[in-house]
Each structure stands twice: as C-alpha cells, then as structure tokens.
C-alpha cells in the first residue's frame, strides 16, 4: 500500500496528521513541515525517530511569487522546485493531505494538478458561523474562470481537491455532500491508547515530566507586554503573584507561543512546558491530570479538560495580587 503524504504549516496539524499516519497502512509517511512550523528541524528529528513518518522541511518563502501567461501552472511549479528544493511525485503517494490550500505548498499542489484531500486548518473550522472567505471568493468575477483552472482557487473550491473533510460532514453546508468526508478529531484524539500518548509525549515535550505530579497546578500565562498593556517587569510580578496565590502541589506551566518571557528564571522549581506545543498535548496525552489550571484573561480554559478546577482571573483581579 503507497504511504501518504500530509502537508502541515502548524503544530496542531502536525500533532492530528501524525496520530492519523500512524494508524494507516503504508509507514513510514511523508509529511511535509513548512518552515512555519516552530522549531522546524527539531521537530522533523523527533517525527523522523517515531518511524511513523519521514519529514521533508520547505521554506515556502523561497518562492513568494506566481507566474502568468502560456503554461503558467507549469512554469511555477518548476519555479518551486528550484526554489524550495522539493519535487512532488504524485504516484509514490495515496492520499495527499493538507490544511492550508491557501498557502504557497497549496498553489504547488494547483499547479501540479495534484488531487488532493483539504482538512480542516483548525479544530471544527468548517463547522464556523463566520464562512466569509470562501462565500466572498465564490462572489468574484473570475471565480468560474479559476474553476476552469486559470488561477488558485482556495478552502476547498479549487477543481484539484477532490474532498473536504470535516468534524461533523453532515452540519457543513459550504460544499455538497458528494464532496464532504468526515473525519473527527475529537473522537480521534478521545481514543488514544497509551502507546500513541506516550508517542506524542516524545515528539512535542523535550523534557521528561516528574515521576510525581499528584495535585498539580498548570499556570496559564499569556503576554500582556506584547499587547501594550504592561511592562515586563510588571507582568512578572503578577504572574508570580498569581502562582503565590492559586498553586498547589507541583507549579506546571505552558505559555502562549507569542509569549518569550523566560519563565524558568522567573519560576526556578517549574517544570516550564514547551510554548509551542499543542493545547491538546495537555488535554489528552499526559500520564495524569492537573488538580488545579490557572489562567488571566484568555479563552485558553474554554474547553480544557485536564484539571479538576478551573480558575479564569480578570486582568483586574490579577493585578490587585501584586
């Protein structure tokens, strides 16, 4: 059976496309890391040793431009080649999977006449209330010339994907049901067996965590600094108020990805979670559950599972802790 192929640009993706290569036939996969992906090539090195898949790395800003006129599908795609260093074989491969047609690997695989199979960019991002960008683009005048292929056609509509997954096919009303497949992440990532957690935990933690974490606290922290609300200094001392005040047991903490603030000097005995990891890491593959998550001012609570309380502070509240 010919491995799959599957394209990512954010470590979600990378984290939803590797458990799903890993229960399909043909391994090891090829999965496609954009340089998008934080901490690239650390990352292929520790996908690469799962044997689940084999990464290629792209710098998709090698090739920032399109080309126009006769055979202009042709003439870029051989651009991209040259370029970004990567050659798609469409025959060495089953599915091909991606969840950002939009991007610059996207255009490649329009230009390569490739079929191939959109997912969702997002948890249930099909399923959203706010569909502008594909009804605007079905709007335009030039829509049913780039139907005819003259031009990139985006979230799902070009005539080279030839399906849409989604969370739940049947609420989608973008596209007609012959087009749409469902593929949930959620009962994806609600079935995982301890081999496929422990898997994970060696990919996006580059750590070992505490044999004992029995009535741990996961802080939270987002950057106010970065939106203009505080200084650094000042957003330190609030942080270190809001663990002096809410933190039991072990102090875990996992951070925004816009957040740099050096969380290991300003709190020594934590164990400080890699930034860029996947909020579902801790909701579904630790070996254990937080007794208490803490966070200021951030949606990041909504829908997490993996603490018995959850505590969401205002911005006001936190600051009067200092």
Known sequence: MKPNLYICHTAYQVLVDLLRAGRCAGKPHTMVLSASVPDTAALAARLDATGVVKTVLVDETRWPGTVTGLFAHRRAARAFEKLCGWKLNRAAFGNVYIHNDWSVLGRYLQDCRAGYILCEDTFGSTLGPDQHLVTDQRTAADFAAKQRGKGY???????????????????????????????????????????????????????????????????????????????????????????????????FIKTHPRDTTDYAALFPDAVILERTMPSEVLNFCLPFHFARAVTVQSFVLRGFTAAGEKILLTLEEARKLV
Not at 176 to 202: G, I, P
Not at 207 to 233: H, I, N, W, Y
């Open 153 to 251: 056609l985006y979230w799902g509509d070009s005539p080279w994907c030839v399906r849409v997954e989604s969370e739940d096919a049947a609420r989608c009303t973008l596209f007609s049901a012959d087009r749409m497949a469902t593929d949930s992440k959620a009962k994806l990532l609600e079935s995982l067996t301890d081999d496929e957690k422990a898997m994970v935990r060696r990919v996006f933690l580059t750590q070992p965590l505490p044999e004992k974490a029995d009535g741990a606290t996961l802080l939270l922290p987002r950057s106010f600094v970065a939106d203009g609300l505080m200084t650094q200094a000042e957003q330190d001392a609030m942080f270190k108020a809001v663990a002096e005040k809410y933190a039991v047991g072990p102090l």
